[in-house]
């Protein structure tokens, strides 16, 4: 033991509780600062405390004042802490954006056909319709012309739409970031959708696989199928598809129908002045085309130009002279006569092929020389009297004696109203339809000479009564036809029964149903025009029935035969004296009847005019060995005109169009139209003057076949001027007859 140390003093252990506070101290951190108890520390205890000797309390460290290093090491620790936040959750959001984008493109490529099973689809058939001639009269369908390579095309032809729709086609794969990126910025300074970003390769896409519904799936369909056709074909054939499948306004698909379209040319032939209108016109097909807005064409084609020479693909003299002295030979609208013809086309395809699946060629009877004549005879003649007379439609069918329809005209302007009147209106054709009673007549036995009454009658409480209240006694058949008495036709039909006057119409082709009762002579039930010409055509070939027709082949563009007209079995429907006894009939109404303005310079011709209730219906019908052409005009609301009767207009209408289409063609006589019943005496005989000889109404004996002198009254008038068969529908249904 060593001296001057003191002794140790045992420590014994402890445990449990004494032993866990056995090292419990307070410490001077542990107290509350600032207090008035707490005791000032010495300069001694603080000599000792840097001597390092021990004391009760340990010595508590001097905090360093605020704001200054410790403020610095918390806003180092948050400004540590806040960067790397930002990075985390930043890589956090783009793996999750990636993520929805993958989900995106999987989703949207699960709603798109298999992607190995998509094909550049067929174009949508078309139809064309030729003339007699083979030139085109029109197209139906959507108007798709033929597919043109792009090495065919001018060079400035596809480099416009690049300029205008594609500037970086060549240098993006279908989608173009770039482009888009701009788009979205011009719309952002625009305050609005001024600018898209769509490829071409896009809009190709969209054309051949998707509707063109604005949707943001629809844009995401588009713009996969823009990569899948990138991968699957060059930059070149995707342009040639483009070209010839994008949609240029007016049912026109391609630059080449677009081209024949508008400017009557392949788009193998257009200027850089027809290129850029052709390339302006895909941004707003409806509303730039040239042939309805041909100023908004033009200044979206010099913004064309301008893109073009900023692309250098032009010059910039070339732009300016484009500009300036712009060569567009635009053709106009649609609204041509010949499209009544295209519609009734279209009516009777199925029935003849079928449902097509590809483009077809229809080869027509149409003659378009006479098309264009029929057209400006109803057109002109409407211009020049529609006020005076209150008629605003008219109506026109010609047709060879065999049923091939030359010319038809079903309204005067298609634009206007595409409904025909010659095929599917019907009304009333009034004394037109007398042919049919009294070929009736004469099959029952009598003649052109056989006299009847024209005197006042009464069926059943119904006085019919001619125009001027006056009748000329008794008359030879072909006298009262030629002058259309119309007391002599009643008579007539009721003599040989209605309903034998309706099998005979029938017989000659009538379709529509016809009511058997007394006014049927009085042609009281409804035909259309076109079933009416036909009806009246075996008398021009001899007693043959016909089948209105216009279609005589159909073929596939590649030439593949679908349909050719066979020649139908010639059914007799007329023995051939009755159709001489008729044609002579009807010639006397040419000659001295109602229809004396109508005439052919050197062609004997035949016909008869007709007028419904309240001058409601002006007709006439005439023919010769070459044509029978049909004319009707009236209102579409069957509203009465101001006393428009057959002998007038529809006259001056037909005899402008038989004069042009009889033009060098050689004469013909009517078939078995000599007869020896003296009418070359009738003209002359109907001249004569004296008062008329009252007479009993009911039927006369025949004659015994001599010729017998006209009925004579002073100032005879024929229907053309005193509207007879009008005034006495008038006075049939009118309120106060």
């Known amino acids: 033991m060593a001296w001057g140390k003191k002794k140790a003093g045992r420590k014994e252990p402890l445990f449990g509780l004494p032993a866990a506070l056995a090292d419990l101290r307070l410490t001077a951190a542990d107290r509350i600062p600032g207090g ?45 802490f806040g960067l790397g936040r930002l990075v985390y959750w930043g890589a956090v959001l783009s793996l999750w954006g990636v993520i929805a984008v993958i989900g995106v493109v999987i989703y949207v490529g699960a709603h798109l056909p298999p992607i190995q099973s998509l094909e550049i689809p067929k174009r949508p058939p078309t139809i064309q319709i030729v003339g007699l001639d083979g030139s085109m009269l029109a197209q139906r369908g959507e108007m798709a012309g033929a597919n043109v390579a792009l090495k065919d095309l001018p060079p400035y032809l596809p480099k416009a739409f690049i300029a205008i729709e594609d500037r970086r086609f060549y240098s993006h794969f279908g989608i173009d970031p770039v482009g888009i990126l701009r788009a979205l910025v011009t719309n952002l300074l625009h305050r609005g959708v001024s600018q898209g970003g769509s490829t071409l390769t896009q809009q190709l896409a969209k054309n051949l696989f998707l509707t063109q519904e604005r949707t943001m799936a629809r844009k995401l369909q588009e713009a996969e199928l823009a990569i899948w056709l990138e991968r699957k074909h060059s930059k070149n054939e995707i342009l040639e598809l483009y070209l010839n499948r994008v949609y240029f306004g007016s049912g026109a698909y391609g630059v080449e129908a677009a081209a024949q379209k508008y400017f009557g040319k392949s788009a193998k032939n257009v200027t850089v002045a027809e290129a850029a209108m052709l390339a302006g016109l895909v941004k707003s097909p409806s509303r730039l ?86 057209e400006a005879a109803i057109i002109d003649e409407l211009a020049a009297k529609s006020v005076k007379f209150n008629v605003s439609q008219g109506a026109l069918v010609a047709m060879t004696p065999d049923g091939a329809v030359r010319a038809m005209v079903g309204g005067r302007n298609y634009s206007d109203s595409q409904y025909n009147r010659a095929v599917t209106a019907k009304r009333q054709p009034g004394s037109s339809f007398k042919p049919f009673v009294y070929l009736t007549a004469l099959e029952q036995g009598l003649t052109p000479d056989t006299v009847r009454q024209d005197a006042p009658i009464e069926v059943r409480g119904w006085r019919p009564e001619n125009y001027t209240h006056e009748y000329f006694g008794a008359v030879t058949l072909t006298q009262a036809l030629a002058m259309s008495l119309n007391t002599v036709a009643i008579r007539l039909g009721l003599e040989v029964g209605p309903k034998n006057v309706v099998r005979t119409a029938h017989r000659l082709g009538i379709s529509s149903k016809l009511e058997p009762n007394a006014s049927i002579a009085l042609g009281t039930s409804e035909v259309s025009v076109v079933e009416l010409v036909g009806a009246y055509a075996p008398f021009a070939n001899g007693g043959f029935a016909v089948a209105p027709h216009v279609v005589t082949r159909i073929r596939t563009l590649s030439g593949k035969l679908l349909y050719m007209r066979q020649p139908e079995e010639r059914n007799q429907v007329i023995d051939p004296r009755y159709v001489g006894m008729m044609n002579a009939m009807m010639r006397e109404t040419l000659i001295s009847g109602t229809a004396r303005k109508a005439e052919i310079p050197g062609w004997p011709a035949a016909g008869k005019t007709g007028t419904s209730q309240d001058y409601r219906d002006a007709w006439f019908i005439g023919y010769t060995a070459n044509l029978v052409t049909g004319v009707w005009l009236g209102n579409d609301d069957n509203s009465p005109t101001k006393k428009a009767t057959g002998g007038g207009l529809p006259v001056e209408v037909w005899s402008r169009f038989m004069k042009t289409a009889h033009e060098g063609v050689p004469v013909a006589a009517l078939p078995n139209a000599q007869g020896n019943w003296g009418l070359s005496n009738l003209a002359q005989a109907a001249s004569q003057v004296s008062p008329p000889t009252p007479a009993a109404p009911g039927p006369a004996p025949a004659s015994a076949g001599g010729y017998r002198p006209p009925p004579t009254r002073a100032n005879v008038r024929p229907e053309a001027a005193a509207g007879l068969d009008g005034w006495l529908m008038d006075r049939l249904f009118g309120g106060n007859r």
Do not use: C
Request: neutral net charge.
């Open 36 to 80: 008035e108890d707490t005791p000032k520390r010495s300069a001694k205890s603080s000599a000792k405390r840097k001597a390092g000797e021990s004391d009760e309390e340990p010595p508590r460290e001097r905090k360093a004042p605020a704001g200054r290093s410790g403020a610095k090491r918390r806003s180092k620790a948050r400004g540590g």
């Open 289 to 374: 085309a040239p042939n309805r807005n041909p100023e908004g064409a033009e200044a979206r084609a010099q913004i064309v130009l301008a893109a073009m020479a900023d692309a250098k693909f032009i010059t910039d003299a070339q732009a300016q002279a484009s500009i300036g002295h712009p060569s567009y030979n635009v053709k106009p609208a649609g609204a041509g006569t010949i499209n009544y013809v295209a519609d009734w086309i279209g009516e009777v395809l199925d029935d003849l092929v079928g449902q097509i699946d590809e483009s077809i060629t229809v080869e027509t009877t149409i003659d378009p020389k006479l098309q264009s004549v029929a």
